[in-house]
């Protein structure tokens, strides 16, 4: 059966999302649903064949970036690269959920997972005024850490918070109504999901460091119409202290033939360029690439000398 490694433990929101891939495959009832501690493990179960496929947070509208998620994308010590094949965007709120009815000025210490917390930090201050933070590794697990009385109340989801006997304080907290979280689905390096027309591309690339070298490969779509929906920097790392590398996601799919030029020209000017995979886009607006199909027809006609 095939194994679908996710950020758990039970409960957080991305068994949630995972939950929402399956419900639209067919084998969705004879697959083995496995928590990890983290986006490093389950990406990591993956690489090693594990895991078929695996789920993780990427990105917060509030919160941006998760960056335990981004840095487990880079492959390292020659293990192969995880390819993404499918998004879930969830909205997300929150429930503060405790192991008794206690009185909101009486709560002291609030366990939550960081990614979580930043997104309800207003919200928090104003329910408990006596309340800090104690950081829990994720939503699910800090309602386990409440259930253990390692804090008095949890930053968490209301399924984990029925699987460990909280009692909810307070439900739908978030610091912004429109609060959304993506997902994506990784396996190990295949073809990619056929292109939908609304369609997400994701490199990650190491760029040389001389000026200029950034601009040049945001050009790449650029100049090719292709529309870029998230550009983000991370530290490279043990080795290159001070130095970034660069996440972007471009609007259109490898087998579009503009997307499929800029990668081209990337690897040419890039050190490593590290193809996170094209896959349909669950929610937003996507500009489709311009149509270079014709161009390349044309020019197939001249080597053929038909035209
Ligand atoms: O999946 C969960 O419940 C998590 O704890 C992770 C995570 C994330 O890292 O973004 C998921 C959704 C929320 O944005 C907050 C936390």
Known sequence: MPVFAYFGP??????????????????AADVVKAPLASPL????????????????????SLEGAVPATMDALVPRDGLPRVQ????TALDIAFTIAA??????????????????????????GEHFPNAEFVIANSNAAAAADVADGAADAAV????????????????????????????????????????????RTGVILDLPNRPG?????????????????????????AGAPGQYRFYLDACGHIDDAAV????????????????????????????PPPDHRESHEWFA???????
């Open 156 to 199: 968490t989801t209301g399924a984990a918070a029925r699987l460990h006997g909280l009692i909810p304080l307070v439900d739908g907290v978030a610091d912004s109504d429109d609060a959304v979280t993506r997902f994506l689905l990784l396996g190990k390096p295949g073809p990619p999901t056929p292109a939908t027309g609304a369609d």
């Open 10 to 27: 039970a409960g957080t929101f991305t068994e949630m999302a995972l939950d929402a891939v399956l419900a639209n495959r067919p084998d």
């Open 213 to 237: 070298s950034l601009v040049s490969a945001m050009n790449e779509f650029a100049t090719r119409g292709v529309d870029l929906t998230r550009i983000e920097s991370r530290p490279r790392g």
């Open 301 to 307: 006609r001249l080597l053929r000398g038909d035209d």
């Open 84 to 87: 993404a094949y499918a998004e």
């Open 260 to 287: 499929g030029e800029a990668l081209r020209a990337l690897h040419r000017s890039a050190e490593r360029v590290v193809f996170l995979g094209s896959w349909p886009i669950d929610r937003g607006v996507a500009a």
């Open 99 to 124: 192991r008794t009815p206690i009185p909101h000025d009486e709560v002291t210490t609030i366990a939550g997972y960081p990614v979580a917390t930043a997104q309800v930090r207003h919200s928090v």
């Open 41 to 60: 493990a389950v990406i990591a179960a993956v690489r090693t064949g594990e895991a078929d496929f695996g789920c993780v947070p990427i990105e917060s």
